[in-house]
Nanobody, 122 residues
Framework: VQLEESGGRLVQAGESLRLSCVHFGRTADTYAMAWFRQPPGKEREFVAAIDLGITSTRYADSVKGRFQISRDYAKDTVYLQMNSLKHEDTGVYYC????????????????WGQGTQVTVSS
């Protein structure tokens, strides 16, 4: 199983950005998927997660109402739509996958991408 993120770049505060994570290998419909991020000088933190049936999503309090996670099984892709970006959203964004239900704990995830850099200038 391989995950490949894309879409990160430099944006201005208030702008929007969409990240993509393509899933290679075993069929994506067996995994819960999530996005984490690592701000500069800080530990990796949970951002959003979506379950197998797209019936349940979870968000960190800091992004609720601004970010939306979605998945397209036909394209084996998970997206993170980020609106009203803030400087504090800056960091490396990682896509992750795990068997079973969603989790906010990074240690529960089995597979990780290499990350994509998002920089929000204030």
């Amino acid at each position: 199983v391989q995950l490949e993120e894309s879409g990160g770049r430099l944006v201005q505060a208030g702008e929007s950005l969409r990240l993509s994570c393509v899933h290679f290998g075993r069929t994506a419909d067996t995994y819960a998927m999530a996005w984490f991020r690592q701000p500069p000088g800080k530990e990796r933190e949970f951002v959003a997660a979506i379950d197998l049936g797209i019936t349940s999503t979870r968000y960190a309090d800091s992004v609720k109402g601004r970010f939306q996670i979605s998945r397209d099984y036909a394209k084996d892709t998970v997206y993170l739509q980020m609106n009203s970006l803030k400087h504090e959203d800056t960091g490396v964004y990682y896509c992750a996958a795990r068997w079973g239900r969603t989790s906010q704990a990074s240690g529960d995830y089995d597979y990780w991408g290499q990350g994509t850099q998002v920089t929000v200038s204030s």
